[in-house]
């Protein structure tokens, strides 16, 4: 594994910086002008939007509009050169540094955006370790897995519309939810509303074919945090036959930073070993993995954060690769800006666990928080925060941090006003 590339910026060059020469994610910032293209380095923002503007970067203008989609639809050769060429302006002894200085941005005080357009979001159930957990408390560890888990990467559609950046508070659901006795279902606001800590791949690269898991792989421009909200009570209710619906439409929050795959090159790993042999489109086609450290935290409503949760992306049955494989296998087409959520990221043991639902077994076990206050779900005021980051030869290749606090439920929006 290479170590730390060196930049002209003394921050970017800190081993606890997220944001190294090594990084570069793509973000979309504003300050005093309108939301614009900026690559995070050390705790500043790279304007790659004026960049181009300059003549500095050359890439027909696709940096120009206030986000990364069109940028991304260049694909792959465009994507690394861009990388290229911003290492060299930003390295340690750069003779363009002059020029580049009064593009860099504080970090702090700017307010971060989507990056890209969502076209469609897609959410998967991939961690063994998650899938036994959940079919576990509700089947029977005789039957936790359901029988077509180990044969290929089960997900649903989601709703691209609910997808919203880091540090957008979510509101907490009303739904259907059902009793543990036979008496009808009543509409009421979710009392076990959860997280889901998981990383989402973003789909550089539109296809209307099915892909081989190489291809898949290529298409896809990078990796962003994603928190997938998850009303436990109302998915209880609805979600047979066909799966997760209302339960999961509230909100998706990703972070606004997208690391780009080839800065996670270096961090790549195999899946584990299977346990039945995938079918030939599934086999993996080498390290489809990476090795990124993840932890969720839970604040209650003015207190210090408690680290609820770290993990490993490295523990995932099938990776993003296999997943948009799959997707495709209809010939389903793909866009550029499509969201492939990982499912829920969970390790083997009980500190490794993604969710509070499998934190705190169902509300039977729930958690003590660093205040001395318990937790089965997410309360009202809690902010959770989700932060991931690949760890170097003496540097980081982080993400930041992708936030959400819960609002209380409105009042009943089918009450009758009787006034």
């Known amino acids: 594994m290479s170590g730390l590339i060196r930049s002209f910026l003394a921050p970017a060059n800190?081993?606890?910086?997220?944001?190294?020469?090594?990084?570069?994610?793509?973000?979309?910032?504003?300050?005093?002008?309108?939301?614009?293209?900026?690559?995070?380095?050390?705790?500043?923002?790279?304007?790659?939007?004026?960049?181009?503007?300059?003549?500095?970067?050359?890439?027909?203008?696709?940096?120009?509009?206030?986000?990364?989609?069109?940028?991304?639809?260049?694909?792959?050769?465009?994507?690394?050169?861009?990388?290229?060429?911003?290492?060299?302006?930003?390295?340690?002894?750069?003779?363009?540094?002059?020029?580049?200085?009064?593009?860099?941005?504080?970090?702090?005080?700017?307010v971060l955006h989507m990056p890209f357009r969502v076209a469609e979001y897609t959410d998967f159930y991939a961690s063994?370790?998650?899938?036994?957990?959940?079919?576990?408390?509700?089947r029977g560890v005789d039957n936790a897995l359901p029988p077509n888990w180990l044969h290929m990467p089960i997900g649903y559609n989601g709703r691209a519309s609910s997808v919203v950046v880091s540090g957008t508070d979510v509101r907490r659901p009303w739904g259907q939810v059902k009793g543990p006795d036979d008496s009808a279902p009543r509409f009421a606001p979710s009392a076990r509303f959860d997280i889901e800590l998981e990383l989402g791949a973003v789909v550089g690269v539109a296809s209307d074919h099915p892909l081989s898991v190489t291809e898949?792989?290529?298409?896809?421009?990078?990796?962003?945090?994603?928190?997938?909200?998850?009303?436990?009570?109302?998915?209880?209710?609805?979600?047979?036959?066909?799966?997760?619906?209302?339960?999961?439409?509230?909100?998706?929050?990703?972070?606004?930073?997208?690391?780009?795959s080839e800065a996670l090159r270096p961090f790549r790993c195999d899946t584990p070993a299977r346990v039945v042999p995938l079918p030939d489109h599934l086999c993996d086609a080498g390290p489809m993995l990476f090795d990124i450290g993840l932890e969720a935290a839970l604040a209650?409503?003015?207190?210090?954060?408690?680290?609820?949760?770290?993990?490993?992306?490295?523990?995932?049955?099938?990776?993003?690769?296999?997943?948009?494989?799959?997707?495709?296998?209809?010939g389903c087409p793909m866009r550029t800006g499509d969201l492939l959520g990982?499912?829920?990221?969970?390790?083997?043991?009980?500190?490794?666990?993604?969710?509070?639902l499998e934190l705190s077994w169902g509300g039977k076990e729930p958690l003590t928080?660093?205040?001395?206050?318990?937790?089965?779900?997410?309360?009202?005021?809690?902010?959770?925060?989700?932060?991931?980051?690949?760890?170097?030869?003496?540097?980081?290749?982080?993400?930041?941090?992708?936030?959400?606090?819960?609002?209380?439920?409105v009042n009943d929006p089918y009450a009758r006003d009787e006034t």
């Open 128 to 138: 063994r370790h998650h899938a036994t957990n959940v079919g576990t408390m509700f």
């Open 14 to 110: 800190t081993p606890e910086t997220q944001f190294p020469l090594n990084n570069l994610p793509c973000g979309v910032f504003s300050d005093a002008e309108p939301p614009r293209c900026g690559m995070a380095i050390g705790d500043s923002i790279l304007d790659v939007q004026a960049l181009e503007a300059r003549g500095l970067l050359r890439f027909g203008g696709t940096l120009q509009t206030g986000e990364w989609t069109e940028f991304m639809a260049l694909g792959p050769d465009a994507w690394s050169r861009l990388r290229h060429d911003v290492t060299g302006l930003l390295a340690e002894g750069s003779p363009q540094e002059a020029a580049v200085r009064p593009f860099l941005r504080p970090q702090e005080g700017v």
């Open 300 to 330: 209650p409503a003015g207190k210090a954060e408690t680290i609820i949760t770290r993990t490993n992306y490295n523990e995932m049955y099938y990776s993003a690769a296999q997943q948009l494989a799959h997707h495709t296998t209809c």
């Open 216 to 260: 898949a792989d290529a298409a896809i421009f990078g990796y962003v945090l994603l928190n997938d909200w998850s009303a436990r009570d109302i998915q209880a209710w609805e979600y047979q036959p066909l799966g997760p619906f209302q339960a999961k439409a509230t909100a998706t929050s990703i972070s606004p930073w997208i690391v780009m």
């Open 369 to 409: 928080l660093d205040t001395g206050e318990p937790r089965s779900f997410i309360e009202d005021g809690d902010r959770l925060t989700l932060r991931g980051a690949a760890t170097g030869d003496g540097y980081l290749v982080g993400f930041g941090s992708c936030t959400g606090r819960v609002l209380p439920a």
């Open 342 to 356: 990982s499912g829920t990221i969970s390790g083997p043991q009980k500190k490794n666990r993604g969710s509070l």
